[in-house]
């Protein structure tokens, strides 16, 4: 594959860490600095609402400046926001540091543009591949992130978290540097413009694409549901901290290990069977997840999990980029990015309230209606596939 595919690898897997990092010290700031325990969260909503916020104008941008001006341009937002939390945790600033943590978020947002830009630079046939090898980056992900964020507490002995922000502000600038040498495919698009582009409601109201929104939407609605769950759930069962975040170190080398693979598979079995398999992994692990709460069942499940995710989401992103001419990618993405996002932070925010009123077992059987809202869909897209 084209070489700037993999260098957008290097910095997806840098933006994956750094978001790991960030899942691992956000709340712990939280608890430090919020002024009331229903604040803890607080900065952890704001980075979800940065990346909302994100999504639309992203694309957008990248649509009249290019890949490269608008990748650059969210990465110096990210950039800011490192430089704004360590400012913050170094006066003991909460709210400076939720502020922080929004631009953090915005950065993110144009980050989770990356899988479409690798699409767009490989050549016909290999896109799949393409999305995998940028999905791929998450299993150095997977390593680096939770390490980083245990060794870096010892840079700033009394500011410990100081550290994690230090090394996020490096891992940035690494994905910059990255940023200014890959040569993206910006002129194919340009030459497009003799091609009437579609009116948006035309794009999106396609049977295509509202299955690819929808997959994209169930198989990352679930995952963020159960993965955000499961650590409550783990401690309300007695298991220590330690444990809850090696399940979660299996969660995520369940969500990009198999990467290498699933363009592969797509390419050897197909889409739907692909999308199919990820939806049935999904539902076991509800289904173990439901059998106990053993530290197996656990490990089990949201590695099951991870796997089915994975499956799910490059199939869907996959499909996504067959519903749209080059001339009409900014709002087409933009649209599916906001969609799925901003339900992602709605699932987010239900799971704890799910799990501490209701109990670990209803987080997992609401899970079951949005898996066959997703079954649904993807026979309804096999149904007119094999029609076409």
């Known amino acids: 594959m084209n070489i700037f595919v993999w260098m957008l690898a290097i910095c997806q897997a840098l933006l994956t860490t750094g978001n790991i990092l960030l899942v691992a010290v956000t709340g712990l700031i939280g608890q430090q600095l919020a002024p ?8 952890v909503a704001m980075q979800f609402m940065g990346l909302m916020l994100a999504t639309i104008p992203a ?20 950039i800011s ?22 631009l953090l978020g915005i950065g993110i947002g144009f980050g989770m543009l990356y899988r479409f830009a690798a699409v767009e630079l490989c050549s016909e046939g290999q896109q799949p591949r393409a999305i995998s090898a940028i999905m791929a980056g998450g299993v150095i992900a997977a390593i680096i992130g939770p390490s980083l964020a245990v060794y870096s507490q010892a840079w700033w002995p009394k500011r410990p978290f100081i550290g994690a922000f230090v090394g996020l502000l490096g891992l940035y600038i690494i994905a910059l540097i990255l940023l200014l040498m890959i040569r993206f495919n910006d002129e194919a698009a340009s030459n ?3 091609v009437a582009a579609r009116p948006l409601r035309d794009i999106i109201g396609s ?18 549901l159960l993965m955000t769950a499961t650590p409550l759930a783990m401690h309300h069962h007695g298991y220590h901290f330690a444990q809850s975040a090696s399940v979660i170190e299996w969660h995520v080398l369940g969500m990009f290990a198999p990467s290498f693979i699933t363009g592969r598979l797509i390419l050897r079995i197909g889409l739907f069977p692909t999308m199919l398999l990820g939806l049935g992994l999904m539902v076991a692990c509800v289904l173990v997840n439901l059998l106990g709460t053993s530290f197996n069942h656990f490990a089990i499940a949201l590695t099951l ?10 199939g869907a992103t996959q499909m996504l980029t067959q519903c749209y001419q080059l001339n009409e990618k900014a709002k ?10 901003s339900l992602v932070a709605v699932s987010a925010l239900s799971a704890g309230w799910l799990e501490q009123s209701f109990g670990w077992r209803a987080v997992n059987y609401s899970a079951l209606p949005i898996l066959l809202v ?3 869909c993807l026979v309804f897209y096999q149904r007119q596939h094999k029609g076409q």
């Not at 926001?81 to 929004?102: D, K, N, P």
């Not at 049977?207 to 963020?224: K, P, T």
């Open 192 to 194: 497009q413009h003799s």
């Open 305 to 314: 999990l991870g796997v089915g995710w994975n499956f799910m989401f490059i």
């Open 207 to 224: 049977a295509n694409y509202i299955v690819a929104v929808v997959a994209g939407v169930v198989s990352y609605f679930v995952m963020n």
């Open 36 to 43: 009331s325990a229903g604040w803890v969260t607080f900065p």
């Open 332 to 341: 087409a993405q933009a649209v599916n990015e906001f969609v799925v996002f």
């Open 374 to 376: 997703g079954l649904l």
């Open 59 to 78: 694309s957008l941008i990248m649509g009249v400046t290019g890949r490269k001006k608008g990748f650059v341009l969210g990465n110096l937002v990210g």
């Open 81 to 102: 926001g490192a430089v704004l939390a360590v400012y913050a945790l170094h006066q003991q600033q909460f709210m400076l540091f939720s502020c922080a943590t929004l």
